[in-house]
């Protein structure tokens, strides 16, 4: 585990994603192959914010609801054994064309907190990390038994434990998968990239005041005074974006020269 993050387990002033540690919990099997963001989210909720009422009935919508808002009895999450699923085990490329983050948000929002998949689209992939869904990737062979398990079993559960990197199929089997080491410290903290970056606060506000004190040429004269007193990141203005995400934008200060590029 990376000796150089911070440890500030819930001590992290942003609005954390949520911490994946161990989960015990229904898996649903999708076989169908190539299922895209667009499957997942169609485009026409994209505008949607994120947690907006009725946000979960946007996943898989054209192929789990009928034209009248009506279930469709023959998709698999509309089907009583795998309506509480919290794991799925889907096949080859899942999450595959546009980049929309919204695939890993709905997801989130239905209650699935991990895919297991022999392979899913890049940019999915590494969605997933950023909100607290653990993707797990595992042969193609073993994939199939999952799903051919689960299948059988309608209702059987998947034990997905981070901390070891193991899947424990419905038959008692472990299986270990492949997570980088970065990564999974961020989902064991629950924590992503800004969250990171403010468990570094103390060190930053060290830097910054080193920083005025011996290299006090560069600070502007309006400038001065004004960095009184601020703390970290003082030109940084951490911002929550609608869906409630946070985020950080640079706003020049006063006497500070903006860039351009």
């Not at 239905?110 to 590494?126: C, E, K, M, N």
């Not at 899947?167 to 008692?172: E, G, I, L, N």
């Not at 492949?178 to 060290?206: A, H, N, Q, Y």
Request: glycine share 8%; with cysteine.
């Amino acid at each position: 585990m990376p000796s150089s993050l911070p440890s500030v387990r819930g001590n992290i002033k942003s609005n954390v994603m949520q911490s994946f540690t161990r989960l015990t919990a229904v898996a649903a099997p999708i076989d169908l192959a190539n299922i895209d963001t667009d499957r997942i989210i169609p485009a026409r909720f994209l505008r949607k914010p994120r947690g907006a009422p009725g946000y979960a009935s946007f996943l898989f919508r054209d192929v789990r609801f009928n034209a009248d808002g009506s279930e469709k009895p023959e998709f698999v999450l509309n089907q009583a054994p795998y309506r509480g699923a919290k794991i799925l085990v889907v096949a080859e490329n899942f999450g595959c064309g546009s980049s929309r983050e919204m695939a890993v948000w709905v997801l989130e929002a239905y209650g699935i907190r991990s895919v297991i998949a022999p392979s899913l689209g890049d940019i999915f992939h590494q969605n997933c990390y950023k909100n607290g869904l653990l993707p797990v990737i595992l042969p193609a062979d073993i994939v199939a038994t999952l799903r051919r398990q689960l299948r059988e079993r309608p209702g059987a559960m998947i034990t997905v434990d981070l901390d070891p990197q193991t899947v424990t199929a419905p038959d008692a089997t472990p299986h270990r998968f492949d997570v980088d080491p970065f990564r999974k410290e961020m989902l064991l903290t629950g924590r992503d990239e800004t969250g990171l970056t403010l468990g570094f606060e103390s060190r930053i506000r060290e830097f910054e005041e080193r920083h005025a004190r011996e290299m006090s040429w560069v600070v502007p004269p309006g400038a001065r005074s004004e960095r009184q007193g601020r703390g970290p990141c003082s030109g940084w203005s951490t911002r929550m974006s609608s869906s409630g995400t946070s985020g950080a934008s640079w706003v020049p200060r006063s006497g500070s020269r903006s860039i351009r590029r």
